[in-house]
């Protein structure tokens, strides 16, 4: 008995010390816990929260989509397509001989030069920048350590040289540098966003934490211009160009009843997707080259008269001589004309003729009547670089400066603002404004002159297609008014040189005009440099398209003569 | 002590109620992200085959389809039926 109870008080002797030592131990193991817990929670919190969000919460950028540029029919202009920006880490790149070559025929690079970038001591080499997706899919299936593809938008084109002065081009920073892509910039950009997310470690977006900025998509945009006749008119300016040898050419197609902008184009162009654009061909030159206009601005002069009611189409104006004084200047036509009437000064295209009508007419008048009519003032397209061209005030005129005015010299114009003054003739003597954008249905225009003066100078206008000067504009089927312009150029000194610019401007159909046509060719120094034979073509070939297009009924099917010269058509059903 | 026992347990009930629920926002946001990525690749696409369009579509490629393969050209006035 005595024996058992000292045994059971060994034991719980023995079981006090362990179960101190057990105590012990957790509390000691408490305390190593607890004191950790103090030195994270307190010590080093800020750090630790830091490298937590470093690890799972990332702020993203939200790329905004530039918008589109499309035409009037929805054929794209402009837009943004995906490309892969191919980079490589040269410290962790490796690869076999095998893959090694495979990759430099994927990256359009020869082995030489792909070896020579890998072995750059740098954290990240480019070794290609445009790479189409799927030859850079090809490219990471390869599983190369150290190659990293990134997607990038880059601007296409696919108009080329037909649209490049129209739609311009954006920098690499995706800003827009020239044409469309620069007038319409804040719209097209819209506005990138920022985005604070919450990651896993396998990289899957698990939360959206906070929306720093929402972003905002670039609008589409779209033009008045209808590729087909954009492509119709670089083509006819090309030829013309080329057959005259000329510097440039230029041409302006307006709707007449919306002052919508149809096809506006110039040659030599450039092509916007390439790299490396000449200085020389970026400008487009319908809105941003002046010149003087010459006699395409008589018509504006004979409406002055007419207005004022200083002449009749009718009235008889003594030209003999072929020569007139004006002050010291001796001004001539290209032959004398003798007398004639007012609609053949403007068939004719006498310079002598306009300057005795334009006499009649005051200077402030006159003036009014350029400056209505949209001379030496901007159109309100507001196209980058559009020029304001200049028209003396007539306050500032001498007896010399109110004759030039007459027939187009002393002043300068740029061929938009031509093709502007000449919708006053379309449209009854109302000028529409121009638009680059597409319109829904005819604007509301401002009257410039009375109806019976645009009448009467439609007419007159079409006689110089029919048996003037400008044959070579006519359209088969069609009535067809308009006016050629042939001016000397100014030299760097102030000169008059030997060189040319042949310009037309007209309307068609004169029984309903649906379209105003400017062409403008720049120092023709081949066959001919005067307007109607090197102007005339584009502006016949343009139009025909345009009606054709259009389907705008003929005036007349078939011309009289021409039934005449070659037979009547097989049947008539 | 049984109306603590039955706090515990609907507290504990809520506690798995709101991982629950929170696991399940996360799992839908990531397919929506999915989804989102997935109309940016479509959107792409689109864009790609509008780019095609244009080139199958170009002027000149018609131009020279119509005059050398389909031998179209312009008919003259004595090919001219005019109907009434």
Known sequence: MINTRKKQTEFFELSKLRRRFVLIMLLSLFLVLFSRAIYLQGMEKDFLQKEAENRSDRTVKLHAYRGKIIDRNNNVFAVSTPIQVITANPSIFKASVKKRKKLARLLSLSRKDLERRVQKKKKEVFLNRELSPEKAAQVMALKIPGVISNKKYKRFYPAKEVAAHLVGFTGIDGYGLEGIELHSNELLAGNPGYKKILKTRSGRIVDDLQDVKIPRDGQDIQLSIDKRLQYTAY??????????????????????????????????????NTKGKSIDFIRNRVVTDIFEPGSTIKPISVSAALESKSIKPHNIIDTSAGYYKVGRSLVRDTHNHGKISVTEVIQKSSNIGAIIIGENVKPKYLWNTLNNFGIGKKTGVRFPGEVRGKLKHYKNWRKTDHASATFGYGMSTSLIQLAYSYTVFANQGNIKGVSILKTKGPTPGRRVISRKTSDAMLSMLESVVKDGTAEHAKVNGYRVAGKTGTSKKLGPDGKYEDKYIGSFVGIAPVSNPKFVIAVMIDTPSIESYYGGPVAGPVF?????????????????????????????????? | MRLNLILYIILFLFAIATVNSEHQYRNNYSRLDIEKKTTLELRDEKTKLEVEESDKSGNLRIQTIALEKLKMYVPNKKEVKVIK
């Open chain 1, 235 to 272: 083509r006819a300016l090309e030829k013309a160009v080329e057959k005259h040898a000329a510097i440039s050419g230029s041409a302006i197609l307006l709707d007449a009843k919306t002052g919508e902008i149809l096809a506006m184009t110039n040659y030599p162009s450039y092509n916007p």
């Open chain 1, 540 to 573: 016949s070939k343009l139009m025909t398209e345009a009606l054709k297009i259009y389907s705008i009924p003929q005036d007349n099917f078939i011309e009289a003569d021409e039934l005449k010269r070659e037979g009547k058509p097989d049947s008539i059903i």
